[in-house]
Structure formats: C-alpha cells, structure tokens
C-alpha cells in the first residue's frame, strides 16, 4: 500500500499558519488605522472633523467615527444622523469614515434608526435586549456597538477648530 503525502507544507510564523508557496507577508500592525473619535453637533462639526483629519499628516492612516450625542437617536432622530453622514461621505470621498448613532438605552430607536437604513448604532441597552438587536442588524450590515468609548466631544469648545489640529497630531 502505498501513502500519499500532502503536497504542501503547513510552516508557523506567529500565530498564523501558512502552506508553501503562499506569501510569508502579512499586514503588520503599523500598517492598520488608527481610529479618531470625535461627537459631533451638527454638520459644522462634521466637516471640521472631516477636514481636520484630512489635513494631518497621518491622514491615509486614519478611520474617522463620527458619534453623535447621546441618545440623539431619541431626539433629533435618525434621518438627521443619516443626512449628516451622507453629506460628509460625499464630501470627503477619500476619508475614512464610520458615523455612530447614540440609541441611548432605547431599542426602539435603534430599530427606527436600523430602518433609516443608518449602518452603525450604538446602545447602552441590557446584553440580551443589544443581543436581539444586533441579530436584527445583521439583517440589514448595520454593526452595533455596545460600547460608549471616551472622546472629544467638539460642544465643548466654541471653536473645534482651535482644537481638532492638536487632536490629530
């Protein structure tokens, strides 16, 4: 009886595994981008924000989130978010951009804002409720956060310019 051998061999570089053959190059970590999180007002803030970060020297490295208010899903709705993060996407088709609606603890404005058509929420509801919801988003590609990070919220300062240089440098 005769036994075949695998064709290929399997060689461990790190964690991950590669067959010969296949290149031995990977992303490097450096090569990822950073993210920048900034709460927005407006459309103001939005295109200071955009235009900011497109000024810095790191700019092809950066990912721009631009959050809302919190629960601003509830209060202004969801087509203002909608309309605010079209614009800057038309605006600075070479920025990396991902706009998050603050839903608040509310999941029926996080569906009103999944309906929109809105493709990254954020709420603060309990884990089974944000479980049910994310299920649904999977529906539509919408991700959604449950997770509320720290970030420069541009309604301190009356002029984001004066501030936004220094936070992507």
């Given amino acids: 009886m005769v036994v075949a051998r695998a064709s290929t061999t399997l060689v461990r570089t790190c964690r991950i595994w590669y067959t010969d ?7 490097s970590k450096s090569s990822k981008k950073k993210v920048q999180r900034i709460v927005i007002h407006g459309i103001d803030h939005a295109r200071a924000a955009c235009q900011a970060a497109l000024s810095s020297d790191s700019a092809a490295h950066i990912t721009l989130e631009l959050w809302s208010a919190r629960s601003a899903a509830g209060s202004l709705g969801p ?12 605006e600075f088709p070479d920025l990396a951009i991902i706009c998050v609606l603050d839903c608040g603890d509310a999941p029926g404005n996080a ?9 990254c929420i954020y709420i ?3 884990s089974a409720v944000a479980d049910k919801i994310r299920a649904i988003a999977l529906q539509t590609k919408a991700d959604v956060r449950t997770r509320r990070p720290s970030m420069l919220d541009l309604m301190d300062y009356s ?3 004066d ?3 220094a936070h992507f440098s």
């Fill in 21 to 27: 053959g296949m290149p031995k190059k990977t992303k």
């Fill in 79 to 90: 087509g203002w978010f909608g309309n605010i993060a079209e614009i800057v996407q038309k």
């Fill in 111 to 119: 569906l009103a804002a999944l309906r929109h058509g809105i493709n």
């Fill in 124 to 126: 603060s509801a309990p």
């Fill in 159 to 161: 002029d984001p310019s």
């Fill in 163 to 165: 501030i936004l240089p």
